[in-house]
């Protein structure tokens, strides 16, 4: 067992890690779920996961993606938990990408896919630091690529100013809240690579393609989006 391992093991026994759906005690955090939310999962899992493009007009995207359906309150009280209590989770529900997305296999360290046939790296959607100070995207995006086996270029795109929150307004609001809003910092790391673009929550896709088009003007030769949940009306 590793360290960390080790280590988080003893934190576990001063304060137990509670699955982030239910808020239930479980016995580790590399579960992330209780055996009950692992039974519900079936209610909130997107299936196929492929995001339909005329749902969501977004744009400068080969392909979207997403793990869970957000109105789910399961799904929802995760989220907030991961953005909003304790670091971890971010980690936890990017191994669930992992297992569900892209066949990792955590008994044999590999994923049935070989992602580096298909991508170059993963970039996360920058700043969507919680009021806890910590990104929740990167965090997602370096455990995803350590799972997958693949780069993770959290230093390429950054936000170029800062821009008021999308929560509340609609796709034309955003789209205009966004103009301008990233910029590549090195060119080098997206240039002529196929890009797997990260996010948490993908509600009209306008974040996701304002980045993406950011960065196919830096350089990069595609991108495709993969997000933990996706907003949409049913
Ligand atoms: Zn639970």
């Known amino acids: 067992m590793r360290l960390e391992r080790w280590m988080e093991t003893g934190i576990d026994l001063v ?18 779920l ?10 909130i899992l997107r ?20 793990l869970y359906r957000y109105h789910h309150p399961l799904v929802q009280k ?8 304790e670091p971890w989770y971010a980690a936890g529900f990017a191994r669930l990408m992992a297992v569900r997305l892209y066949g990792y296999e ?52 950054k936000k170029a100013r800062s821009t008021v929150r999308q929560a509340g307004l ?8 966004l103009i301008g809003a990233f910029k590549v910092i090195y ?7 196929k890009i797997l673009l990260l996010d948490d929550i993908m509600t009209t896709g306008s974040t996701v393609s304002c980045c993406a088009q950011t960065l196919l003007e830096a350089g990069a030769a595609s991108v495709c ?6 907003s949409e009306q049913e």
């Open 15 to 32: 304060y137990p890690p509670r699955c982030p759906f239910c808020g239930t005690i479980i016995s580790s955090r590399w579960e992330l």
């Open 106 to 157: 955590p008994a044999q360290g590999k994923a049935l896919l070989d992602l580096s046939l298909e991508y170059g790296c993963i970039v996360p959607v920058p700043d969507s630091k919680t009021g806890r100070g910590y990104w929740v995207t990167g965090l997602m995006a370096r455990e995803l690529g350590r799972l997958v086996g693949l780069p993770v270029e959290t230093k390429a795109l």
């Open 34 to 43: 209780c055996p009950e939310c692992r039974d519900r999962e079936k209610e």
């Open 170 to 177: 609609d796709r034309e609001e955003r789209l205009t809240n």
């Open 78 to 85: 995760g989220i907030l938990r991961m953005k909003s209590s």
């Open 187 to 193: 060119p080098e790391k997206v240039e002529g690579k």
């Open 225 to 230: 989006a993969i997000c933990l949940a996706v």
């Open 47 to 66: 299936r196929p996961a492929r995001i339909d493009r005329e749902k969501h007009y977004y744009y400068c995207i080969e392909s979207a993606a997403a």
